[in-house]
């Protein structure tokens, strides 16, 4: 089937912008996992949902990230007023039990 | 709070040599640990789980809790085995959620 889909898969954002990255995790799947990963380092963890419920997000860098998930499957992850900073691939994961299933990222370049 | 460290960024063998990718951690408790590998234009995607004991494209890994260590190793490198290497954990009340090493990029060369 399918896995997991994110889009879109390249983003150039001038600072300042808000930006808004897809996620469609694989059907069926309960856990849902946001991951930000810089240039030359591992992907860092984000935020967390379980069905529609945000369970964590204590990796969230600051208040201008936001994720939800409303209706328990498709995720959205929004970045307001973006910073050099930002500038990375942000991944979206999902999994039923213990193994997460990676979607293909996001590139975010903010100029 | 938890730590993942691979000390080297790029590995490079020779095909037919043994590799050995290290993985150190840093974590109280009894955490859960992962290699995940990412091949060129790939997802990332899961190699190994300790608990699972398993040998995975003759891949193994066992945890050394003496040592925190949980290295990747194979006794013959293949051409195929190129790729980005992230060793990861969980660890309970956390939600099942990664915490990455930096990672080591395998180059094996002919």
């Known amino acids: 089937g399918a896995g997991v889909s994110q889009s879109p898969r390249y983003k150039v954002a001038k600072r300042g912008q808000d930006v808004a990255l897809r996620c469609d995790p694989i059907?069926?799947?309960?856990?849902l996992f946001w991951y930000q990963q810089a240039l030359g380092q591992g992907p860092e963890f984000l935020t967390y949902?379980?069905?529609?419920?945000?369970?964590?997000k204590s990796g969230l860098p600051s208040d201008r990230f936001f994720a939800e998930r409303p209706e328990g499957s498709v995720s959205t992850l929004k970045i307001q007023r973006t910073q050099q900073e930002d500038s990375a691939v942000y991944l979206c994961?999902?999994?039923?039990?213990?193994?997460?299933?990676f979607g293909p990222g996001t590139r975010l370049t903010v100029t | 709070a938890q730590r993942v460290t691979q000390p080297e960024k790029l590995l490079s063998v020779f095909k037919g040599a043994p590799v050995e990718l290290k993985c150190n951690y840093s974590?109280?408790?009894?955490?859960?640990l992962f290699w995940y590998v990412q091949y060129s234009r790939q997802r990332l995607q899961l190699l190994l789980r300790?608990?699972s004991r398993e040998s995975i494209k003759g891949f193994t890994a066992d945890l050394n809790k003496g040592e925190t260590s949980f290295h990747l190793k194979k006794p013959f490198a293949q051409e195929e085995d190129s790729a980005m290497y992230y060793c990861?954990?969980?660890?309970?009340?956390?939600?099942?959620?990664?915490?990455f090493g930096t990672g080591t990029q395998l180059k094996v060369e002919l």
């Open positions: 990861a954990l969980t660890f309970t009340g956390g939600g099942n959620k990664l915490t």
């Open positions: 300790h608990i």
């Open positions: 059907s069926g799947h309960v856990s």
């Open positions: 974590y109280s408790g009894s955490p859960e």
């Open positions: 994961a999902s999994s039923y039990y213990y193994e997460q299933y």
């Open positions: 949902f379980q069905n529609e419920a945000q369970l964590d």
